[in-house]
């Protein structure tokens, strides 16, 4: 078991540790970018209220109800959907990164990959915008991941190359390579083009800071 990890039912043996549920919703497709790039598969991901990228799911209380209920009950409130989830569906406990050097919670994620087909998701995605409770609050929106990668580095690259909420993006590589939705030479490379990404990004926010910091010296 990697580092970090914990059966399921060391995870539920925990005292005094949170617990959080997210799935990954994903679906193969015969769709083309352009009429000439290969979509391939669908993966669902959401913008998060504080920016970040995530997973659907969220906070679930083991003392009260199953992971998977618990699970089930935040989906349904943020894709507007009632989506069965199972055992089966359930991939890895780990002990989540701490929010800052300071924090003392202990939180426990519990991963899940559900294969749906495409149609299915093309509901989940009319559903989240049209009635999910937590349309425009908590999730600003529903995001797939392109797995493609165009020239000049865009797509899957410039994706990977977001900030993630916790272990979110290390959870989507995971997947990619366990369930064969990208070649592992293809994810190295997209990998390596987003370094250079934040690289490019970290000049781009310096030089964003400059314009603020001057203008401030004018009011």
Known sequence: MASGQLSRAEALACSGCRHACHVMLYADTKAQLFGRIPIKHIILMQMRFDGLLGFPGGLVN?????????????LSEELGLALPISVEDHVDSCYAPPSSPSSSSRLITHFYVKKMDEEQIREVERAAASTAADH??????????PLYTMKGGGGLASFLSHSFIGNARS?????????NLVAPGELHKALTHSLKT???????????LALTQGLRKQF
Not at 62 to 67: A, G, K, R, V
Not at 171 to 179: D, E, G, I, K
Not at 198 to 208: I, P, R
Request: hydrophobic residues 40%; glycine residues 6%.
């Open 171 to 179: 959870q989507l590589v995971h997947s990619m390579l366990r369930l």
């Open 62 to 74: 083991p003392s009260e109800e199953t992971l998977e209920s618990g699970l089930s009950r935040e």
């Open 136 to 145: 425009g609050l908590e999730v600003l929106g529903m995001v797939r991941v």
């Open 198 to 208: 934040h690289a490019h990004t970290k000049q781009d926010l310096q030089a964003a």
